[in-house]
Structure formats: C-alpha cells, structure tokens
Nanobody, 123 residues
Framework: QVQLAESGGGLVQAGGSLRLSCAAS????????MGWFRQAPGKEREFVGF????????YYTDSVKGRFTISRDNAKNTVYLQMNNLKPEDTAAYYC????????????????WGQGTQVTVSS
C-alpha cells in the first residue's frame, strides 16, 4: 500500500516556474514507477510524464517536453515535478500516481493516486 500527497501548487504568471512534490508513505516507494497527470476543468485526465523506479528513465507528453522535469529522491520517498516556462494551458489539478512495473502513460495503469494540487497560470 502506498499513500501519496502532492504539494507545491499555486498561482503563477505565465513564464514562471513551480515545483510540485509528491510525498509517499511506505517502505517500498523505490519499487514504484511514478507518474504525473493533470486534469483541467471539463477535460479528461491527461498524462504529463513518468519516472521509473530507479530514476534512470523519464518520459513526457509532447506538450511539456523541454519545460517540465520529473525527478525522485528515493531516500526521501518523494518525487518532484519541476515546471518551467508555464503557460495558461498548463492550468489544472496535478496528480501523482504510482504503479509497479514499467512506465505507462495510461491513467488506468496506476494503482495509487494522490489527492491533487491545483496549478493556475495567469496570462
């Protein structure tokens, strides 16, 4: 069982940066691939990126490539989403999720979810 809690969301102007954190409980955190997803009002949940259990591999959706970076600190049971050059279209609730196994861009592949943190980017 893994419990996840996101933090770090807020209001930022376009072009600005935020770093989201996802703290995990459980001694097996390092075994999990961690994903980030987002959901804007009235839209379906969207894949942002994932990082494999070792941190050796990351993958991002095209719209955030070059702007967002996922990292993890297994000693702290925490995964991060560094978001730079934010755009108004990045406005959404951001969720971290965990799964055992290889990275996957499908939300249904993830077993555990956080409660989300809101990111609002003003123009």
């Amino acid at each position: 069982q893994v419990q996840l809690a996101e933090s770090g969301g807020g209001l930022v102007q376009a072009g600005g940066s935020l770093r989201l954190s996802c703290a995990a409980s459980g001694r097996t955190f390092s075994s999990y691939t961690m994903g980030w997803f987002r959901q804007a009002p009235g839209k379906e949940r969207e894949f942002v990126g994932f990082i494999t259990w070792s941190g050796g591999s990351t993958y991002y959706t095209d719209s955030v490539k070059g702007r967002f970076t996922i990292s993890r600190d297994n000693a702290k049971n925490t995964v991060y989403l560094q978001m730079n050059n934010l755009k108004p279209e990045d406005t959404a609730a951001y969720y971290c999720a965990a799964r055992l196994g290889l990275g996957d861009s499908r939300s249904r592949a993830y077993h555990y979810w956080g409660q989300g943190t809101q990111v609002t980017v003003s123009s």
